[in-house]
């Protein structure tokens, strides 16, 4: 590729439209306006186009392509919201089933492209990546000559740039030009334009650092994509989930079993149906509205070092209230409020009677509680009883095979099996009778039964669920959003505006660009024309509007870039 | 010039292909335990039923399966019928079985031993802390140990009976 020498003496790169230094046009064009975009410097992308490397980049150096998987991923988007993902179906039903039973043949097919699970699928994360990739790609290969082309022009352009730029004008006849522009500089000034002048011709500049606004735009935004891009790195992301019930430890994940934490106590608090303030509320309702979901937690820590399991000392760290948005913090973690279950089961409290009342013996000593999380095998009492627990099911049910089993380990249909010994029984050898109790299930195992073991009392607990969240992410997220907004306020509330004033053999020329906002542009020329004798600079596209009707518009490049 | 311009763009393209690379790796293919394949196994101390104490290091040199289970996990009891019959023969050659329950009652994992006759320790995990460590989620879940404290394999879900004397094999150590 030939470099292009303007008869200025600057040497261009290949394919620019205007000498970056003199602005004399390269390459003709059949419009009355110059294409100012980008200065009308070589966008490097579209020039070279040689190896594989330079046609992937080429591809996304297209603003075109870049819109493109725009309008691609706001249409997955959208899809991705006709139903529900497959984390919002209802806990339990099975993603196979639920969209086909739910929504007809259309769910089948939503499950079966896999748009169930769209923003972590694989394609929607490529067309993310595809986006980064051309913001980089872009921003690039456009701010790297625009701000080249910018940094180098020179204020004395030539006669053909100043003819086809869309303000221009010439005097008709002047009496002192050189007094004329300096009485016009000094207004400029007034104006807060930068002024630059060589051999008495000037170039008056004023909000440059706008132009720049579309590419801190973009950094702000490729910073944004870094930061979501760092949750899936280690150590940057975690959002987990504990269940812990009243007056229990557990370890918290994600925190290598360093921290602990115990519910101290659960609460559900409701707003008080008494209150007059809030019956109107209540009447609408029609039912009891929550307050505060509570969870009054212990953070302990584990002192001693080595292997974990037994031997894990804790201390307690720090007591904290955590409410919904209220989290307990600690080191780069946060508790957050996110679920609970209100009175599982936790104790049963059990006396025997018998079932005759033929016997004599006093058996209201025989009182004992059973721990549904780890209960005792042997029950002994001072009279002689004994009472064994032969089988615990926390869940009960029965299996395949009819045999009776346990689903997990969380009382929440406990049944047990006792063996009742009376005090002349040997437990070794004899078998004693055998009840299976549950709720509201009370019955003997083998044949009748002398004694019945009857519940007195239960005891519940509240069990809450936290979420467990690291997100080292969220300062990178936020930078990324203040830059795109900087970006987003430097390019919308500032415009590049430039005005040339030569003097060419006792005539003014004069024109002038604006990236955008040409009324404020055409203003502040008339502020300078009040004072100045300069010609008031026509607009070639509103002439040309007049002349060709509604076609003539549509090279204006006034809100582009 | 050109070459310089060929440099740049592809460093830029290469940085951008490697870092999204990485990251939708480890998005799709986060197969990968807390604890996996050639890592070193986070040593522990567990108790069994009778109260004695192992430590994870004191089976150096020797072959270690260990074995997430619960009682009413269906496959775990298939996988320990299986250790049940080959405990002893296994244990000559210099392999351990460290089974260690999910923090279940420890009624529920005395009367599972008695009624399946498990002849070997079974050990409780108070707190969950050594499931927590090794990141186990679902269960059975099985790290096939080294005699140098290295994990050669994980193994989720249950197992054939071949499967599991073939994972034995491998943990004979010295071979």
Known sequence: M?????????????????????????????TPVANMRYEGVARRSQTYNRTIVDKIWNFFSSVKVGIWIIVLLLIASAIGTIFPQEMYIPPGERPTLFYEQEYGTLGKLYYQLG??????????????????????????????????????????????????????????DTIDADKEIKIAEKMLKEKKYTIRKEKGNILAEKGRFSRWGPYVNHIGLIIFLIGAMLRFFPEMYL????????????????????????????????????????????????????KTYQT???????????????????????????????????????????????????EFTFTLDAVNDTTTEDLSDVVFTVNLYDPEYVYEFDNGYRIEIMEYFPNFYIDNNNQPDTRNMIPDNPRIIFEVFTPDMDPDSDSGELSLIGVQVNEPLIGENDYRIRMIDVDMKHVTALTVRKDRTIPIISIGGVIFMIGLIQGSYWHHRRIWI???????WIAGHANKNWHALKRDIDFVASKAA???????????????????????????? | MKQKRLIIRSSILLIMVIAIGYTLYNH?????????????????????????????????????????????????????????????????????IVSVNVNEQRLRIERHADRFNINYPLYLDQ???????????????TFLIDENGIVIERQIGGRTESQVLASLEKLIPNQ
């Open chain 1, 2 to 30: 030939e470099k292009v020498k303007c008869e200025c003496g600057h040497v261009n790169p290949f394919g620019t439209y205007l000498c970056e230094s003199c602005g004399k046009p390269l390459i003709e064009e059949d």
């Open chain 1, 115 to 172: 748009f169930h699970n769209l923003y972590s699928s694989w394609w929607y994360m490529l067309l993310i990546a595809a986006l980064g990739i051309s913001l980089v790609i872009c921003s690039l290969d456009r701010v790297v000559p625009l701000y080249r082309a910018l940094k180098t022009q020179k204020v004395t352009r030539h006669k053909a740039f100043l003819e086809r730029q869309r303000l221009f004008g010439i005097s008709e």
């Open chain 1, 239 to 290: 959002d987990e989930h504990i269940w812990v019930r009243e007056g229990e430890e557990v370890v918290i994940k994600g925190t290598n079993g360093e921290y602990f934490l115990r519910n101290d106590q659960f609460i559900v608090e409701l707003y008080d149906t008494d209150d007059e303030r809030f019956r109107q509320a209540f009447e609408r309702t029609g039912q009891q509205v929550v």
């Open chain 1, 296 to 346: 009054s937690a212990t953070l302990l820590r584990r002192t001693n070092t080595g292997a974990v399991g037994v031997g894990t000392e804790l201390e307690e760290v720090k007591q904290y209230d955590i409410r919904v948005n209220d989290p307990l913090t600690f080191d780069s973690f946060a508790l957050y409020q996110v679920d609970y279950k209100l009175n599982e089961l936790a």
């Open chain 1, 502 to 508: 030569q003097n060419r053999d006792g005539k003014i």
């Open chain 1, 534 to 561: 300069i010609p008031i600079p026509k607009d070639q596209l509103d002439e040309e509007q007049n002349s060709e009707g509604e076609e003539g518009g549509n090279n204006s490049d006034s809100t582009k870039q």
């Open chain 2, 28 to 96: 799709l293919y986060n197969e990968r335990g807390l604890v996996d394949r050639n890592d070193v196994a986070p040593n522990f101390k567990v108790e069994d039923l009778d109260g004695n104490i192992i430590e994870l290091e004191e089976l150096r040199g020797k072959g270690v399966y260990l074995n997430f289970w619960a009682t009413y996990c269906v496959y775990c009891r298939q996988k320990m019928e299986v250790l049940r019959d080959n405990y002893e023969e296994y244990r000559e050659q210099g392999i351990e």
């Open chain 2, 127 to 141: 707190h969950n802390l050594v499931r927590d460590a090794y990141g186990v989620v679902s269960l059975p879940s």
